[in-house]
C-alpha cells in the first residue's frame, strides 16, 4: 500500500493549490481518506476527510469554506482543493488511510489512520 501526495508549492497569500493523493495497492473509493497538516512544533491537524462510499466530507473549522475535498474513483485519486490560503495554512500536508474494514469514527484524528504519505510542502506567502 502506497499512498502519494503531490501538487504543494509556494503561494502568495489569497492564492489556490491544489493537492492530490494517489494510491496504488488499494482502492480508495473504499477508505475514508483524512487530509492532514503539521507545522513546525505543532502536531498533526486533520483538516479534511472524505468517507467511502456516499463520500461525507467533514472540515476543520480554520478550513471551512476555503477548502474541499473530493474524490475521483476512476483516477483512484482525492484532491483537497485549497482556496483563499493564509501565510497560517503553511504547512506539510498529508493524506492517510485506514485499514481497509476499519470503520474511521474520529475522521480528523490521526490515530485512526494507518496507511500515511510522505507529504507535500504547502508554503503560503504574506
Known amino acids: 500500500v502506497q499512498l502519494v501526495e503531490s501538487g504543494g508549492g509556494l503561494v502568495q497569500s489569497g492564492g489556490s493549490l491544489r493537492l492530490s493523493c494517489s494510491a496504488s495497492?488499494?482502492?480508495?473509493?473504499?477508505?475514508?481518506i483524512g487530509w492532514f497538516r503539521q507545522s513546525p512544533g505543532k502536531g498533526r491537524e486533520g483538516v479534511a476527510s472524505?468517507?467511502?462510499?456516499?463520500?461525507?466530507?467533514t472540515y476543520a473549522d480554520s478550513v471551512k469554506g476555503r477548502f474541499t475535498i473530493s474524490r475521483d474513483n476512476a483516477k483512484n485519486t482525492v484532491y483537497l482543493q485549497m482556496n483563499s490560503l493564509k501565510p497560517e495554512d503553511t504547512a506539510v500536508y498529508y493524506c492517510?488511510?485506514?485499514?481497509?474494514?476499519?470503520?474511521?469514527?474520529?475522521?480528523?484524528?490521526?490515530?485512526?489512520?494507518?496507511?500515511w504519505g510522505q507529504g507535500t510542502q504547502v508554503t503560503v506567502s504574506s
Open positions: 492517510a488511510a485506514p485499514n481497509l474494514g476499519i470503520i474511521v469514527v474520529r475522521v480528523r484524528s490521526p490515530h485512526e489512520y494507518d496507511y
Open positions: 472524505i468517507r467511502e462510499g456516499v463520500a461525507g466530507t
Open positions: 495497492g488499494l482502492s480508495l473509493n473504499y477508505y475514508t
